[in-house]
C-alpha cells in the first residue's frame, strides 16, 4: 500500500492554475524524486502534505487515510510523522544548535533532558556536525545549516520526510554530505520525496521520478525505466531538451 498517494489535486491562486489533476503515489520506504522546470508548483505539492496549502479539489491520502478532511488539531498530530526539510533550513537564529534540536523534543515528548542530550548529540554525530552544538546558525556554513535542518527535522523520527531543495547552492562535499543523510534514512526505512534540479542528487538517491509539467505529472518512471526509454520526457527534461 502507498504511503502517500495524491490524487486528481487541483490548486488555484486567484485566477492562476497550478496544478489541475495531479496523480502520483509513493510506496513506504521509497524516494521520489518530483522534478519539473521551475514555477510548476513542486513546492506547493510539498506544502499540501503537511496542510500548509489545501487542495481546492482532490485527495490527498497518507498511509490511507485521507488529510484533505483533517482538522488543524490532526494536522498537528501528522506533522509529528511527516517531516519537512526546507531549503534554507529554517533555523531559529536565537538558538543555538543543541537548542534548535531540543525544540521538536521538547515540545512534542516527555522525555529527560539526559535523554534529550544523549538523542541530539546521537543525532549530531550521525549528521557529520559532532562539535557544532554550542554554535548558532549564523557561525554555520550554508551547507551545516541545512544538515542541522535536516538533523532537526528527523528529532522526532518521522515517517515520512519531504526534501525542498536540500542541495541548492552547495559546494560538493555538503552535496555529498545531504545525499548521505538521504541514504541513511531511506536504508531505516523513512519514505520520502525530493524537489530538486540536482540530478546528479536525484539519480544518487531516489528509486524512480515524477515529472511535472503543465499543471499535471505527465510521465512517471523507476531510474530503471528512464535506463531504458532514452527518449522519455523526464529524460528530455534532465538532458535540457525540454521544459
Given at each position: 500500500?502507498?504511503?502517500?498517494e ?5 490548486k ?9 489533476g ?12 518530483l ?32 488529510a ?15 517531516a519537512y ?15 534548535n ?13 539526559l ?9 549530531l ?12 546558525p ?8 541545512k544538515r542541522?535542518g ?21 559546494d560538493?562535499?555538503?552535496?555529498k554530505?545531504?545525499?548521505?543523510a ?7 526505512g ?22 511535472l509539467?503543465?499543471k ?5 518512471g ?17 538532458e535540457?531538451?525540454?521544459?
Amino acid at each position: 500500500m502507498a504511503v502517500i498517494e495524491v490524487q486528481d489535486f487541483k490548486k488555484a491562486f486567484g485566477k492562476k492554475v497550478v496544478h489541475d489533476g495531479v496523480t502520483f503515489y509513493v510506496k513506504k520506504g521509497e524516494c521520489l524524486g518530483l522534478v519539473g522546470g521551475s514555477g510548476t508548483g513542486k513546492s506547493v505539492l510539498l506544502r499540501s502534505l503537511i496542510g500548509l496549502e489545501k487542495p481546492d479539489s482532490g485527495k490527498i491520502h497518507i498511509n490511507g487515510a485521507d488529510a484533505t478532511l483533517y482538522t488543524e488539531a490532526q494536522w498537528l498530530h501528522v506533522r509529528k510523522k511527516v517531516a519537512y526539510a526546507f531549503q534554507g533550513g529554517a533555523l531559529f537564529d536565537s538558538m543555538t544548535v543543541f537548542e534548535n534540536l531540543a525544540y521538536p523534543l521538547e515540545e512534542h515528548t516527555k522525555l529527560t533532558a539526559l535523554a534529550i542530550k544523549d538523542k541530539i548529540f546521537k543525532q549530531l554525530d550521525e549528521f557529520g556536525l559532532a562539535g557544532s552544538e554550542l554554535l548558532f546558525p549564523n557561525e554555520l556554513s550554508g551547507g551545516m545549516q541545512k544538515r542541522v535542518g535536516l538533523a532537526r527535522a528527523m528529532m522526532l523520527e518521522p515517517e515520512i520526510i519531504l526534501y525542498d531543495e536540500p542541495t541548492a547552492g552547495l559546494d560538493p562535499y555538503n552535496t555529498k554530505k545531504i545525499q548521505e543523510a538521504i541514504l541513511t534514512l531511506k536504508a531505516k526505512g523513512v519514505t520520502s520525496i525530493l524537489v530538486t534540479h540536482d540530478m546528479p542528487t536525484a539519480f544518487a538517491v531516489c528509486d524512480k521520478f515524477a515529472f511535472l509539467k503543465d499543471k499535471r505529472i505527465i510521465e512517471q518512471g523507476t531510474i530503471e525505466q528512464l535506463k531504458q526509454t532514452p527518449n522519455s520526457m523526464i529524460n528530455q527534461f534532465i538532458e535540457g531538451q525540454i521544459l
